[in-house]
Structure formats: C-alpha cells, structure tokens
C-alpha cells in the first residue's frame, strides 16, 4: 500500500472514531502506519481534502455494501413495493451499524459553509451519490442514467436519506421504519396526483 492509500485508510479510520471535526493531522498519520505529515501535503493539499476524499470512498462503500445486501436478499417474488420497503429497511438498519459513518458527514457539511473547496468536493460527492442512487432504484446502466432522474429520482431519494438519517441519530425510538417510509410516500402521492391532474 502506498503513502497516498494509507493516508485515506488512516483517514476513514479516524473520521469513525473521532468524527471530521476532531481528526487532526497527527491523528491520521498515526493511524496511517507512521506516513509524515507533509505527504498528506503532497497527496491532498489538506487535512480538509483528505478527509473529505476518505468520507466519499467510505460513503460509496457503505452503498456497494447495501447493494450486495440487497441482492443477496433478494426475493424474486417481491413487489416493487416490498422490494422498496427492503431497501429502506436496509438503509435504516445502517444509521445504528454505521452511525460514525452518518455523524462524521454531518460534520462534514457543517464546516463546508466556512470552506469553499469543502463545499465544492462534498457537492461532487452529492452528484455521484444521486446518480449511484437512481442506477440502484431504477437498475439502470450507468449510462441510461438520465440529468433529469438525477435532479428528480435521485435528488427526493437522497433528501430521504439525509432526513431519515437525521431523525434516526436523533431520536431513534420515535423515528420511521422501511414500512413507515413506503406508507409515507404513498400518502404523499395520493395527495399530489389531484393536484397534478388539476393543474394538467
């Protein structure tokens, strides 16, 4: 492993223990087997880059994870409907298996509205995710991904995500389950398609 890939593994380590705000220079290096301070420097430009690419990677592999899970639970009988809930039911269960995970990019988004560059890499990172989001919901190529399904489908799906998990670090025990979420969705629909019907 070189300097570069052991500097982001030592980063992800410290971003679960000891959160984006808290993980200094002299942590990830320790935690990176010892590689100096200036290579984060050479690599990265800054302690803020490098913890900003380490919680991306993490993100993108907490997302490969929930999609083997899901294709290894799969049902082929499942509805579409119950296929949802089981995604959704998935995505909660890692609010409290990967909670450092959620907690450090709170955190993250939190400093980026003092940080530019932050902003602008997090902002990436957003884009990936909502076009990842719309190829694993729709099971789309990656190439059939459409600019307008990643501002609707993946946009509302990643609002989800982000406002589920936010209730879920909060308040657990009063927060939706995957059954919740599809219930909500429909009642939100059956009261928008009247609307959309009149304004047609």
């Not at 679960?16 to 002299?26: C, D, M, P, Q, S």
């Not at 998990?165 to 909500?184: N, T």
Request: glycine share 8%; hydrophobic share 45%; with cysteine.
């Amino acid at each position: 492993m070189g300097n570069r890939e052991a500097l982001l593994a030592g980063a992800k380590r410290c971003l679960l223990e000891k959160g984006y705000a808290r993980a200094t220079v002299r942590d990830i290096t320790a935690a990176s087997g010892g590689v100096s301070m200036a290579a984060i420097g050479y690599h990265f430009g800054s302690r803020e880059a490098l913890l900003t690419e380490a919680l991306i990677q993490a993100l993108d592999e907490w997302g490969a994870e929930i999609q083997r899970a899901l294709a290894a639970a799969a049902e082929p009988a499942a509805t579409a409907s119950e296929q949802f809930e089981a995604v959704w039911t998935r995505i909660i269960e890692s609010f409290t298996t990967h909670r450092p995970l959620w907690v450090a990019s709170l955190e993250a988004a939190l400093q980026a509205e003092r940080s530019p560059e932050l902003r602008r890499q997090l902002a990436a990172g957003q884009h990936e995710g909502r076009r990842g989001t719309v190829t694993w919901l729709q099971a789309l190529d990656e190439d059939a991904v459409t600019d307008a399904s990643v501002r609707t489908v993946g946009s509302v799906h990643m609002a989800l995500i982000s406002g589920v998990m936010m209730q879920w670090l909060i308040d657990p025990q009063h927060s939706p389950s995957g059954h919740d979420v599809v219930q909500g969705l429909r009642a939100i629909a059956a009261a928008v398609e009247p609307a959309i019907d009149q304004d047609a």
